[in-house]
């Protein structure tokens, strides 16, 4: 089974306007951590922002909110008031604690296209 | 150095040749991996290196794929008799101790690695 799921392979938003990426998990681990990287055409993977199993708030950094629903194990993040500069691939994944805990495992990206 | 670097960063090579392909992490980051992006796809973890632990090797795909790291330092990601379904970009990362950090990894901009 997919541990992380994105299921809109491409996106397209206007400038200006706000987006959801999607992203859904799979784990029995209680404690684990989720991440967003954002992959411009550089192909340099850029961290976005990160929540904790056991954070209470959803983590937000700048226009970049990360939409936390723990019981539906989803991990949406929101790009707020988007710029051509969002355009890029997107890309959730999750480490978890128990096991091979250094590893991130990724899902299979989003395409973000911003129109002006 | 401020950020990852890898080299080359594009990289043609003829089918059943060797490549090696470099990683140069963010001074004292201890913990090194290489992932491997192919087209359309997320990232696949290759291999984990942590100070002088051994490393964890349990991603690479066959015995024609090997990395060594000298030094706990400079990263060398080497394809012996390199076939066709090798072509991906490589990207390296490196972190400090895992447990201190929720930022992930840092990258590098990657390896295009071409076989033809």
């Known amino acids: 089974a997919q541990k992380i799921t994105q299921t809109q392979p491409g996106m397209f938003v206007q400038e200006k306007e706000a987006v959801t990426l999607d992203c859904t998990y799979d784990t029995s681990d209680p404690s684990y951590g989720l991440f967003w990287y954002k992959q411009p055409s550089s192909g340099e993977m850029i961290f976005l922002i990160y929540q904790g199993s056991y954070d209470q708030q959803n983590a937000t950094e700048g226009r970049y909110s990360l939409n936390f629903q723990k019981a539906r194990k989803s991990a949406n993040l929101v790009i707020s008031a988007s710029q051509l500069g969002d355009s890029a691939m997107y890309f959730c994944?999750?480490?978890?604690?128990?096991?091979?805990?250094?590893?991130?495992?990724f899902g299979k990206g989003t395409l973000l296209t911003v129109n002006p | 150095g401020a950020g990852v670097s890898q080299s080359p960063s594009n990289k043609v090579t003829e089918k059943g040749k060797d490549v090696e392909l470099r990683c140069d992490p963010i001074s004292g980051h201890t913990a090194l991996y290489w992932y491997r992006q192919s087209l359309g796809q997320g990232l696949e973890f290759l291999i984990y290196f942590q100070g002088n632990s051994a490393p964890d090797k349990s991603g690479l795909p066959s015995d024609r794929f090997s990395a060594e790291r000298t030094g706990g330092s400079v990263s060398t990601l080497t394809i012996q008799r390199t076939q066709q379904e090798d072509s991906a970009v490589y990207l390296c990362?490196?972190?400090?101790?895992?447990?201190?950090?929720?930022?992930?990894?840092?990258f590098g901009s990657g390896t295009r690695l071409t076989v033809v």
């Open positions: 990362a490196s972190s400090l101790l895992w447990r201190t950090s929720n930022y992930g990894y840092t």
């Open positions: 994944a999750m480490r978890e604690a128990g096991g091979s805990n250094y590893k991130l495992t």
